[in-house]
């Protein structure tokens, strides 16, 4: 068990949908990352966030957004959602910024039908 | 062509083989990393480094930073390492060491 809690761990939806997974990291870590791993395209990061803040954008698109609260779990968004969208979602965690082991999640399975 | 490359794609050992996964990357780095994917789909950070050689139980991992080039070696090898084996490059320092560029992976299947 790594510490990092993802939810839900399976989602179906239908295109044009808009989606929301939730991430919560190790207790004490501040920095959040999402990834997102399709059959296509493999593994790409998305964004990270560090203590409530963006510090990095990987390949998101513009249908996506996230967030990190306070209590430093993180969201992402996923709307009007295409085929395309389907994948395995990750998130992971570090205490900082990352110079450091990661500790990822078991990951949200999307498909948007 | 791929920032980072995996070799080989698909790799088939008998227990107690000795297994070497390697990893080639294009562009200057800031750390690597050797991720494992077990069927079900959970990612385990393996090992992260950016210089010299690493080692953990039976699994070792190496980088040379001048060739642009990492290993992943398996002693012993061991049904249930079979997995899917990812190297993960940081490509720039600054704030974001976890953003990284993946290979497309290597699946090791170990037969008894």
């Known amino acids: 068990d790594s510490g990092v809690t993802q939810t839900p761990k399976h989602l179906i939806t239908a295109t044009g949908q808009r989606v929301t997974l939730r991430c919560s990291p190790r207790?004490?870590?501040?920095?959040v990352y999402w990834y997102q791993q399709s059959l296509d395209q493999g593994l790409q990061f998305l964004i990270h966030y560090y203590n409530g803040e963006e510090r990095a954008k990987g390949n998101i698109l513009e249908r996506f957004s996230a967030q990190q609260f306070p209590d430093l779990h993180s969201e992402l968004n996923l709307s009007s959602l295409e085929l395309g969208d389907s994948a395995l979602y990750f998130c992971a965690s570090s205490e900082n910024q990352g110079w450091e082991k990661l500790f990822f999640g078991s990951g949200t399975q999307l498909s948007v039908l | 062509k791929n920032e980072v490359e995996q070799s080989p794609q698909n790799l088939t050992a008998q227990e107690g083989e000795f297994i070497t996964i390697n990893c080639s990357y294009s562009?200057?780095?800031?750390?690597l990393h050797w991720l494992q994917q077990h069927p079900g789909g959970g990612i385990v950070s393996l090992f992260m480094?950016?210089?010299g050689k690493k080692k953990h139980g039976r699994l070792i991992a190496t980088i040379n930073i001048q060739e642009k080039h990492s290993s992943l070696h398996i002693t012993a090898s061991h049904p249930r390492d079979s997995a899917v084996y990812i190297c993960?490059?940081?490509?720039?320092?600054?704030?974001?060491?976890?953003?990284?560029?993946f290979g497309q992976g290597t699946i090791l299947t170990v037969h008894p």
């Open positions: 993960a490059v940081s490509l720039g320092g600054g704030t974001s060491y976890g953003k990284l560029t």
């Open positions: 480094l950016s210089s």
């Open positions: 562009v200057g780095i800031s750390a």
């Open positions: 207790s004490g870590d501040l920095s």
